[in-house]
């Protein structure tokens, strides 16, 4: 059942999709370890059930555990420094349903110009490698800086946000935290100051931030289009929270395939 679990996240499957998956393809019953000619397959009732006691138990926090524990032996989580970043997944906002109602729990939240109904997916990440250490779901109307000390492990000597975390080390909860954070520029002050010496060291600056903030794109990558997790699958916060640390735990493992590829002397395709 777990394996049938870790194949439903990784194709972006309903427990329906799973279930009739194992009788179109064959590489998948081989990862799940069923042989259709001498046993019958879970249905997706049975999945449902298993999922639930997943979630009862918080048992997918032990599975995004369990991941980083492997790779923290790997010598992956250098614990120097933390990116800190947030992405907004979409939930159903039909009110067709049996309630009349979207769900009470995911909220409006604006980005740019444009607005968007359901959660936030809040994650830190390795400064250094870009794998995933500490994941935070909210509704979407929940300020990004809000989240961000939370995200933090406390053995860090940096941390790393974008603009959308200016002041975030003058907030209550950063009191006492001896951690340097280094967060983007508005892109208004930056292109108020284009073309002067000054701006050019700005620019320069920025770029060096930057190019160590996008490691934290990765994992959302996977998630969101390799993983095709890009609106919720459930209702309410806690069931999709649970699922978004099974999701950011194997992504952790698609992220350092190449080096637990390299450690144990074979090429990574």
């Known amino acids: 059942m777990l394996r049938m679990y870790v194949a439903q996240q990784c194709f972006g499957l ?3 999709g799973i279930e009739d998956a194992l009788y179109d393809s064959q590489a998948i019953r081989r990862f799940v370890g069923i042989d259709l000619g001498r046993e019958s397959a879970p249905d997706a009732t049975t999945l ?3 999922r639930h006691l997943l979630e009862k138990h918080q048992l997918t926090e032990s599975i995004f555990n369990a991941i980083n524990g492997h790779l923290a032996e790997k010598g992956l989580f250098l ?3 933390t990116i800190v970043d947030a992405t907004l997944i979409a939930a159903p906002p039909s009110t067709k349903n049996e309630a009349g109602k979207r769900d009470p729990e995911m909220h409006q939240s604006k980005k740019g110009n444009q607005w968007y109904f359901g959660m936030k997916a809040h994650i830190g990440v390795d400064a250094h490698t870009g794998l995933v250490h500490t994941v935070i779901g909210t509704a979407g109307n929940v300020s990004d800086i809000s989240q961000a000390q939370a995200l933090l492990h406390g ?5 790393f946000g974008d603009a ?6 003058k907030r209550p909860e950063s009191a006492g935290a001896t951690v340097v954070w280094h967060v983007a520029e508005k892109r208004s002050k930056v292109k108020a100051l284009a073309g002067t010496a000054l701006g050019d060291l700005v620019a320069q600056v920025e770029h060096a931030k930057a190019s160590i ?4 794109e990765h994992p959302f990558h996977v998630v969101k289009n390799l993983f095709k997790h890009r609106k919720t699958r459930y209702k309410g916060l806690v069931k999709n929270t ?3 640390l099974t999701l950011f735990g194997l992504a952790n493992l698609v992220l350092a395939r190449r080096w ?3 450690a144990d002397g074979k090429v990574a395709s």
């Open 164 to 169: 959308g975390y200016q002041g975030v080390e």
């Open 213 to 216: 903030r996008s490691k934290v």
């Open 242 to 244: 649970a699922q978004f």
């Open 155 to 159: 053995e860090e000597q940096a941390a």
């Open 48 to 50: 449902l059930g298993f």
């Open 260 to 262: 637990l590829l390299a």
């Open 14 to 16: 309903s427990d329906e």
């Open 79 to 81: 614990r120097e420094g």
